[in-house]
């Protein structure tokens, strides 16, 4: 099966600079991407990763590690605003098959 | 702004009864998923339409059905509703398979 883990939650300080990890078993995925969900609203776009690297998008970065599976979200100069869920998801080589993980519950704190 | 709408945004049913939900996706979009959501967790893949047919299916049984229309507006149709069955179910669209999707706000189904 096809099963992605990421901590439950986390908390930072406004200003500071947090890293969630996704875990993930290597067969069968094309691509991670990341979503970020406001509670009550719906899953809103981040970043995807299909090759190894990081990628760089304004205060938010990804990184996929494919030989790993492993991936992480980093998110500098926190605010308030990030406090939200923050969900890994992977895609099976054909796009058919969307696993996403549970969601990481990101606290930020002044 | 996504683009994809989705109505009613919420819906109270009873046990037994059947649902129709909707979703209305950008011109262009020749893929939408539906996905279940329950609070807390992440959103559980129901199944996937590309250019109107069945594309992937998770983990649902068959009472879980759906279309989508030349238009680029879809539907979730679920029979027999069980208590279970209260979530978020959202729908997510792209362009084409293997892209980012964008998702609606989701429609809340209680289940009474």
């Known amino acids: 099966g096809q099963n992605i883990d990421q901590p439950t939650e986390m908390t930072a300080t406004e200003g500071a600079i947090v890293q969630i990890n996704c875990t993930y078993q290597t067969s069968g995925f094309n691509g991670l991407f990341w979503y970020q969900q406001h509670a009550g609203e719906a899953p809103t776009f981040l970043s995807y990763n299909v090759l190894d690297g990081l990628e760089e998008k304004g205060r938010f970065s990804s990184f996929l590690s494919r030989s790993k599976g492993y991936s992480y979200l980093l998110l500098k100069e926190l605010q308030m605003k990030d406090s939200a869920s923050y969900l890994c998801a992977g895609v099976d080589n054909y796009g058919q098959n969307f696993v996403f993980g549970p969601g990481t519950r990101l606290s930020v704190l002044p | 702004e996504t683009g994809v709408t989705q109505s009613p945004t919420h819906l109270i049913k009873t046990r037994g009864q059947q649902v129709t939900l909707r979703c209305s996706s950008q011109?262009?979009?020749?893929?939408v998923s539906w996905y279940q959501q329950a609070l807390g967790q992440g959103p559980q893949f129901i199944f996937q339409?590309?250019?109107?047919?069945?594309?992937g299916r998770g983990n649902f049984p068959p009472r879980f059905s759906g279309l989508q229309f030349p238009n680029y507006s879809s539907e979730l149709n679920v029979n027999a509703l069980e208590l279970d069955d209260s979530a978020l179910y959202l729908c997510?669209?792209?362009?084409?398979?293997?892209?980012?999707?964008?998702f609606g706000d989701g429609t809340r189904l209680s289940i009474l």
């Open positions: 997510a669209s792209s362009p084409d398979r293997n892209q980012p999707q964008h």
């Open positions: 011109s262009g979009h020749n893929t």
């Open positions: 339409y590309y250019r109107e047919e069945e594309n």
